[in-house]
């Protein structure tokens, strides 16, 4: 059997935590972006990374693209919204970014740098709470209510196989509305984007 070419591989896009860190302490012109919400950046994140949250990155793909070099690390809480990131940054054209294995948490287990603050429920698990809850209510709600209820816990269930086949969350989106959800100072595009050093300043060594 003739072996794939080098353009047949997939690219490796995945980064393990201790790569992360050696990368980190090596290369000046590596950037870390964290596609998290902003309370989730508040509570802990790799210290020098930028909060791009995963709503503002899709809407400015294009200008933020403009600003990262050949190596840039997306990291989210376990790697999905990393991942979505990466998918919009490459429409883009930049197929050169990595993302975290295990998210920021599992670089914090590994001993990596991180800088923590207040303490929150991370997103997605806010989002496997609400979605149990939801069930149990449907459920319970079917049997001593309406059985019309039921039908609760089936859509959430379908919602929840769409979101693992398509890689979205739409209650993922809605939560991260939620009051509780929100930081002293959200980022915007003059805050998140803007604050990024141009590739070019980056890769250009000090006089």
Not at 130 to 155: C, E, H, N, Q
Request: proline share 6%; charged share 15%.
């Amino acid at each position: 059997m003739t072996p794939p070419s080098p353009a047949a591989t997939p690219a490796v896009t995945a980064l393990a935590p201790e790569i992360l860190s050696s990368w980190i302490a090596e290369h000046h012109d590596l950037l870390v972006i964290d596609v998290r919400s902003a309370a989730e950046f508040e509570s802990v994140h790799i210290r020098g990374s930028y909060n791009v949250p995963l709503p503002l990155l899709s809407e400015h793909t294009q200008e933020l693209a403009a600003r990262l070099g050949s190596r840039v690390v997306l990291v989210c809480q376990s790697g999905a919204r990393a991942e979505q990131a990466r998918q919009r940054l490459g429409g883009a054209g930049i197929d050169t970014a990595y993302v975290l294995s295990g998210g920021v948490p599992a670089f914090a287990a590994a001993g990596g740098d991180v800088v923590r603050g207040k303490n929150r429920w991370d997103l997605e698990r806010q989002v496997r709470l609400a979605a149990g809850s939801l069930v149990v209510l449907g459920l319970a709600g079917g049997k001593f209510i309406s059985p019309k209820i039921r039908m609760l816990a089936g859509t959430i269930g379908a919602g929840l196989t769409f979101s693992a086949a398509t890689n979205t969350c739409a209650m993922g989106q809605a939560l991260s509305a939620m009051p509780w959800n929100k930081a002293a100072k959200e980022p915007t595009r003059e805050t998140a984007i803007l604050q990024l050093p141009l590739a070019a300043a980056r890769l250009t060594p000090a006089a």
